[in-house]
């Protein structure tokens, strides 16, 4: 039972990364309509800058909060060179944000190397389990909640839902829809920039560790149709706790397979769903 308890809360914690990085995955698209492919590289971004800054001396948190605030940063940079340009459609802002994921793995090698690096997370156990994962399971509570206050009960929240609407009219009433969207991509960069900093001190993180992490995210995103939080974070837990049974109870070899036949059978369920519909 005990076993089954550490499995649980491991996979929890997984899950609750694959949720931030599929959570920035349905900010950027419900305002853009952009499927960002560099999501991953955020989250690999500024868990290797978390190394760099605790290498130079800087204590944990203030070290991490900078990492994530160059990972929004980064995902600024991002929407601008993927969408700034006026009359850019979401399919060709999709192949840009492909290349600059591709870009991001030259850059990393060059600063970083190609070998996996980690950090100390926060030290300890509770019943069995690593206290960084119950950190995990909070941080990313406050923080989804604290996004979805944003949407819900603030000016710009209600901005950025109005542009993910309608874009046309956000426009008429004098809403900037490329701000909107540019802002869109920050918060999403500094999501995916908590994710590999909360995972790495888990999970050595690597060039080309994006792969995973925008693959468990988009399976998680691809649940709510890439525009329902909820569901979002609903898709990251379940897919973390499987992967952790998975893991714990057969092998860590067949992990990688889990969310893509997660997101295989979801894609078949919504599209027989669909033919039923039309059917009728």
């Known amino acids: 039972m005990a076993e089954l308890l550490q499995y649980l809360v491991t996979g929890v914690g997984i899950g609750c990364a694959y949720a931030l990085t599929g959570s920035g995955l349905v900010v950027i698209y419900r305002v853009t309509r952009v499927v960002n492919f560099a999501q991953g590289s955020f989250a690999v971004l500024a868990a290797l800058t978390v190394t760099t800054l605790l290498g130079a001396g800087l204590p944990h948190g203030l070290a991490e909060i900078l990492a994530v605030l160059v990972a929004g940063l980064i995902g600024l940079l991002c929407g601008l060179v993927a969408t700034g340009k006026p009359g850019t459609t979401p399919q ?4 840009v944000t492909l290349g600059l994921g591709v870009l991001a793995y030259a850059v990393e090698i060059l600063f970083w190397g190609d070998q996996p690096r980690s950090f100390a997370g926060l030290a300890g156990s509770t019943g069995g389990v690593q206290t960084h994962y119950l950190l995990i399971i909070g941080v990313t509570a406050v923080v989804l909640a604290a996004t979805a206050l944003l949407f819900a009960r603030t000016d710009l929240g209600r901005a950025l839902t109005a542009t993910a609407a309608d874009p046309y009219a956000a426009r008429i009433v004098g809403i900037d829809v490329l701000r909107m969207g540019l802002l869109a991509f920050a918060v999403g960069g500094a999501l995916g920039g908590l994710a590999g900093v909360l995972i790495t001190p888990v999970q ?3 060039f080309d ?4 992490l925008v693959v468990n995210g988009f399976s998680a995103a691809i ?8 569901l979002t974070l609903a898709g990251g837990l379940l897919l973390g706790v499987v992967q952790a049974l998975v893991g714990g109870y057969l092998s ?4 990688s397979e889990v969310a893509l036949i997660f997101m295989l059978a979801v894609l078949v369920a919504r599209a027989g769903r669909r033919g039923v519909l039309e059917a009728a």
Request: glycine share 4%; hydrophobic share 40%.
């Open 252 to 255: 860590t070899s067949y992990q």
């Open 92 to 95: 060709t802002a999709l192949i």
């Open 209 to 212: 560790s994006d792969v995973a």
């Open 223 to 230: 649940l709510g149709n890439l525009t329902r939080p909820a």
């Open 204 to 206: 050595q993180v690597s």
